[in-house]
């Protein structure tokens, strides 16, 4: 696929939390690792002395996922909504980490605690890639908008998808192919549907104010 960096290695432990890295920067690495689950000393000792070259580790868990409780219907619709994302090359776990984070099984800052569980919605989810790919974005470009904020699965198309493209065009004359740069720029701004007007109201993640 054009335009995509090489996908990182993962080091997959036992326990179902991997490993991966980011840039350089061995002597820090250690104040900057996010723990999702317990590691022994021998795992964490293992991960330095890899053959690979110094990078900076951070953790992630999909314990979460792994350990959904679901029917037979609605690991149909889980499974359906994996194959709507079939065309971004994503691995099997990446598809259940961003469908996790869009539908609240996931810990994500831009719902803060106010995103409940839920199933993953194909209508949902097939309609907001189709919206997007009606904003003139490439099946590339739309690889790297849902990798960077895998939450847009999740949002209200209605309401902060298509309400957030509006006012772009209405009040900053952002459209075509500006608003496709802004969007793989700073793909968040479609999940914006708080204005606090330099008065916070503490959802940062989902202001205006940010823009």
């Known amino acids: ?19 991966s890295f980011l840039g350089p920067d061995l002597a820090t690495a250690a104040r ?41 219907e609605q690991k149909k619709t889980w499974e359906a909504c994996r194959e709507a994302l079939s065309a971004f090359e994503f691995s099997a776990q990446e598809k259940d980490k961003i469908l996790g984070k869009a539908f609240g099984h996931v810990h994500s800052p831009y719902w803060g ?4 569980q839920q199933v993953p919605d194909i209508e949902i989810v097939s309609g907001i890639i189709d919206y997007l790919r009606s904003l ?6 739309l690889y790297k908008v849902v990798k960077k904020f895998p939450e847009v699965l999740g949002c209200s198309l209605e309401h902060d998808l298509k309400n957030n493209v509006k006012i772009l065009e209405k009040d900053w004359g952002i459209k075509g192919k500006t608003l496709r740069n802004l969007l793989l720029r ?4 479609l999940g914006y549907n708080v204005d606090c007007k330099g008065d916070c109201m503490a959802q940062c993640t989902r202001c205006w104010v940010r823009f």
């Open 1 to 19: 696929m054009l335009g995509r960096s090489p996908v990182s290695p993962l080091l997959t432990l036992d326990s179902g939390i991997s490993l």
């Open 136 to 141: 003139g974005l490439s099946d590339d470009e």
């Open 186 to 189: 700073n793909p968040k701004v």
């Open 32 to 72: 900057n690792v996010k723990f999702c689950g317990a590691l022994s000393s021998n795992t964490f000792q293992g991960a330095w002395t890899s053959h690979l070259s110094p990078k900076k580790w951070i953790v992630h868990s999909t314990a979460q996922i792994d350990n959904l409780a679901l029917n037979d």
């Open 113 to 116: 605690e106010e995103r409940k």
